[in-house]
């Protein structure tokens, strides 16, 4: 996608190798250290910054995130709301049909 267009290939074989699910084939932390994206100059990474693009996406990510999770409270709170509303309701129904009954034998 969009997000690993810039990074280079020896930093994905690098990250492919660590999130291997299965622990023989995963990469020890050793061999981690030894890789060529780890290994490689500074100057050669400091080249290629992710900060910039990357950092506006994970900022507009939350965003969305943050919305989404106001709009499931809101949606959990008038839930909450109508729940109370149709209690009262029903025990004012109730209530009055208590009253009414008592009052018939009157």
């Given at each position: 996608?969009?997000?690993?267009g810039d990074v280079s290939m020896d930093a994905k074989i690098l990250i492919s190798?660590?999130?291997?699910?299965?622990?023989?084939?995963?990469?020890?932390?050793?061999?981690?250290?030894?890789?060529?994206?780890?290994?490689?100059?500074?100057?050669?990474?400091?080249?290629?910054?992710?900060?910039?693009?990357?950092?506006?996406?994970?900022?507009?990510?939350?965003a969305k995130r943050k919305v989404r999770a106001v709009v499931h409270s809101l949606?959990?709170?008038?839930?909450?709301?109508?729940?109370?509303?149709?209690?009262?309701?029903?025990?004012?129904?109730?209530?009055?049909?208590?009253?009414?009954?008592?009052?018939?034998?009157?």
């Open positions: 996608s969009d997000c690993w190798s660590l999130l291997e699910v299965d622990p023989s084939k995963r990469l020890s932390a050793r061999d981690a250290l030894r890789s060529k994206w780890i290994c490689t100059d500074d100057k050669l990474l400091a080249e290629n910054d992710l900060t910039t693009t990357n950092f506006c996406k994970l900022k507009k990510y939350n949606i959990a709170v008038n839930k909450l709301n109508i729940m109370r509303q149709s209690k009262k309701l029903a025990e004012e129904t109730s209530w009055n049909v208590f009253l009414e009954e008592k009052f018939e034998r009157c």
